[in-house]
């Protein structure tokens, strides 16, 4: 798999439209707002597109419409962005990976085809679990055979480029469940699998459920269990694992991911987005209605932004690295800050090195199997450390 190039970007635009807010989601969502709020949340959008006056130079590679929930929108919608999109930039969009995030119940084929024509080449569904009494206690707005539906949907609609999300460690999860939401999503034949840990977000219906008792989580050992589990029965499928949680069949990984890891820059449109360029992070006013408010008040909708020193930089360029299967490359993190990997923190990667937890191979320094096991505890070396 070859690494974007130094100057390839991308483009994160964020729909925060849901039906119902699952019980884990700490996502920047709304619920409620019908057509009315979406054509103005896009006109809006559109706004502050037309506003973006700095574009990186090199191509374009991936935009990546997430959410939220990105099929709650019109079709024509989906279609005014990506074509204002390539009426600004004076491109085609031919070849660039646009994704959308979609949830099963909100998507059919004649919908589904429609995103196809306006442009959209890649689906990332959000699954999640196999077993409707899961789906229902997480409070996601749809049963596991609109899952396997909205899959089949998306194939006769022509998307040959389909994710699937699944999260393991559920409350009250058994292993043996595990292993059969595997099977139901192996079954659907996907091009991408992403699976997630659960992540109790502080403030989220789920975190009171805890708190209280309502529910519980299986034990550590038991999540570590389901993720090896996960790992090896998509490798036996022939999937090919490129990140912690990221599976891929051959040449189907995520772009728009991958610019994230290699820390390319993005540009963010939308409630509540973050972009990165040039050592500048800068994230979008959160509320969608002072979103739009702003955008009509002739503003940018950006909310802050703060410059990352080069150190901070330099760590997070290594963190993200050793997520990927393959580590980061020497050459490249030279390229991108003059100094050997090893000159800026060989103190941290000698340890690592010597306690077996990463490992060079040419001119790649990746994480070792040990590593992958303990990886939160590789990537907290980085922080602070030089
Ligand atoms: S569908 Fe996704 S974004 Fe919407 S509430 Fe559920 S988890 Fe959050």
Redesign the pocket.
Known sequence: MTNPSLSDWGLYIHI???????T??????V?GMGEEDHRRYVDALLLQWQRISAIPRGNLVSIFIG???PSLLAPDHIDRILEAVRRKLGISLEGVEITM?A?PGTVNESRLHKYRLSGVNRLSL?V?AWQNHHLQR????HSVLEAAQGVEAARLAGFDNINLDLIYGLPQQTLAEWEDSLTGVLGLNPDHLSLYQLQVEEGTPLAVQLQRGRASLPAGDMSADMADRGRERLIEAGFVPYEISNYCRPNKHSRHNRLYWTMNPYLALGAGAHGYWNARRWWIIRGVRRYIEDLQAGGNGIAGEERLERLEEMREYIWLGLREEGGFSRNRFRDKFSINPESAFGAVLGGLHRRGLVERQSEYIRLTGRGRDLANYVFREFVGSS
């Open positions: 925060p439209f849901c039906r119902s807010r699952c884990y989601c700490d996502f920047n969502t619920i959410g939220g929930t995030e949830n959000g999640q997480l409070k996601r707005a």
